[in-house]
C-alpha cells in the first residue's frame, strides 16, 4: 500500500493529539524506510517488473528484516519501548501501533509475497491485482481519514494542502507510464518521497508566528 498508510496516521492524530502528525506519518511508513534502506545496503532485494499494472511494477524478492510479521512485531516494539523512555506510555503505544498497521494493510494488497518469519509463510489477498479497485480503496480511505481528522477543526488550510498533495503524487504514480528503475533509484525516489510527506505533516501543524506589528 502506498498513502492508503497516511490513512491510519490522520486516524491517530484525531484521537491522539498531542502526538505530532509527522512523527506518526514516519511510523507508518517505518517498515518500508527500512526496507529501502537495506535495499540500498544489498541486504534486503526488489526488482523491476514490466507490467501495466503500477501496482506490480515492483517485485519483493528478499525482504525478511522489514516485511516480515515477526520483524514488524519487533519494529513496533523497539518504537513503543524507545518513546516510552524519551515521552510516554502513550506516545510509544500510538506510534507501534502505527508501524505494526503497516504489515497489515500490506497484507489486503500485497500478492503471496508478505512473510510471516524471516522469508517464509508468504501471504497476501492480492488487491493489487484490480488495479482501479486497488487504487479507489486506497485513495477513499486516505480521503475519508483526512477529513476524519478535520471534522470539528478549526484550522483546516494546511491540512486540506497535504491531503491534496498525497492524493496528487498518489494519482501520478498510478497514471504514470511505465519505465524500469534500477532498486537503487525506486529506493532514494521513495526515501525522498517519504521525508517530504513527513515535513509536509509538521508544516501542517506548524504555528505560524504572529508578525508584532501586525497586532
Known amino acids: 500500500m502506498f498513502v492508503g498508510h497516511y490513512a491510519v496516521g490522520f486516524a491517530l ?30 541486504v534486503e532485494r526488489i526488482r523491476y ?5 503500477p501496482f506490480l511494477r515492483t517485485i519483493i524478492e528478499y525482504v525478511p528484516f522489514s ?3 515477526l520483524s514488524n512485531i ?8 524507545v518513546f516510552w ?3 510516554n506510555k502513550v506516545w510509544g503505544l500510538v506510534l507501534s501501533i502505527g508501524v505494526l498497521s503497516h504489515w497489515f494493510l500490506d497484507f489486503l494488497v500485497h500478492t503471496p509475497d ?18 482501479w479497485v486497488a487504487f479507489l480503496f486506497e485513495l477513499i480511505l486516505l480521503i475519508l481519514a483526512g477529513f476524519y481528522l478535520l471534522k470539528g477543526a478549526r484550522k483546516i488550510k494546511r491540512h486540506l494542502i497535504l491531503i491534496a498533495l498525497l492524493t496528487a503524487g498518489f494519482a501520478g504514480m498510478f497514471f504514470a507510464p511505465a519505465g524500469e528503475a534500477t532498486p537503487a533509484q525506486a529506493s532514494i525516489v521513495s526515501l525522498s518521497l517519504y521525508a517530504l510527506f513527513a515535513t509536509l505533516a509538521y508544516w501542517s501543524e506548524r504555528e505560524v508566528k504572529q508578525n508584532p506589528g501586525n497586532l
Do not use: R
Not at 76 to 81: S, W, Y
Open 49 to 53: 517488473n514490466e507490467t501495466t499494472n
Open 67 to 69: 516485511h516480515s510479521l
Open 114 to 131: 508478505m512473510p510471516l518469519f524471516f522469508d517464509s509463510g508468504k501471504t497476501g489477498l492480492g488487491l493489487w491485482q484490480y488495479p
Open 74 to 81: 519487533v519494529i513496533a516494539l523497539a518504537v513503543f519501548l
Open 85 to 87: 523512555k524519551i515521552k
Open 13 to 42: 492524530k484525531k484521537k491522539f493529539k498531542d502526538v505530532p502528525l509527522w512523527q506518526l506519518f514516519i511510523s507508518v511508513q517505518l517498515v518500508d524506510v527500512l526496507a529501502f534502506l537495506l535495499v540500498l545496503l544489498g
